[in-house]
Each structure stands twice: as C-alpha cells, then as structure tokens.
C-alpha cells in the first residue's frame, strides 16, 4: 500500500498564508495521481486541487482558484498545497490523496490522516 502524511497546517488569519505538505511512502508514489480534498464539519468532502505524476497537468476547484497551488516532487516523495489569501471559509481538515486518477466520486483508495486548517478572521 502508499502510506499518506500531511503537514503544515495550523492556525492563521484570514488574509495569510500556509503550506501543506504531504510525505508519501512507496516506490511507486510518482506513478499515481495525487490530490487534495478538504471537509469541514458536516459538510460535503470536496476537491480542491490534483496534479498527475509528471506534474504536467493540473485540476483546481473555482473555490480556490488562483489563490491555491498544487505541486509535488517525485524524487522527494511529497506533494505540497501552497494557500494564499486564506479566507474563513476555508477551514476545514484538509488531506492528501493518492490513485491513478483522482475524483471526488469515487473516492480515491489512498488517504492520509488530515491536518486542519483554521483561518479566523
């Protein structure tokens, strides 16, 4: 299996920054998809941003859209979300996500744990 760790995330205020970082284990991390999807309590998990194994092709979200980035490095096994401009409303758990396509339905077959994100305004 890949084993998914994230990073990064904590607390800031609404105009900040972050970056999260997710640690994957496997010698086959650079031959999948890899996503980043966010839930808040209640709330609808949704996709926010996925980078395939090149990092030749990109998918953001309109929620996010230019203030976010995707992006990974295969030789370090990582994959990484830089937020600017955060707002309230992305609060949220955030978690990394790996397969060899990435969807919010079906869901993708590799998680990791989460690291939440509060941004107060």
């Known amino acids: 299996q890949v084993q998914l760790v994230e990073s990064g995330g904590g607390l800031v205020q609404a105009g900040g920054s972050l970056r999260l970082s997710c640690a994957a284990s496997?010698?086959?991390?650079?031959?999948?998809?890899m996503g980043w999807f966010r839930q808040a309590p209640g709330k609808e998990r949704e996709l926010l941003a996925a980078?395939?194994?090149?990092?030749?092709?990109?998918y953001y979200a309109s929620s996010i859209k230019g203030r976010f980035t995707i992006s990974r490095d295969n030789a370090k096994n990582a994959v990484y979300l830089q937020m600017n401009s955060l707002r309230p409303g992305d609060t949220a758990v955030y978690y990394c996500?790996?397969?060899?396509?990435?969807?919010?339905?079906?869901?993708?077959?590799?998680w990791g744990q989460g690291t939440q994100v509060t941004v107060s305004s």
């Open positions: 996500a790996a397969d060899y396509s990435i969807a919010a339905m079906p869901p993708p077959v590799y």
């Open positions: 496997g010698r086959t991390f650079s031959r999948y998809t």
């Open positions: 980078i395939t194994w090149s990092g030749g092709s990109t």
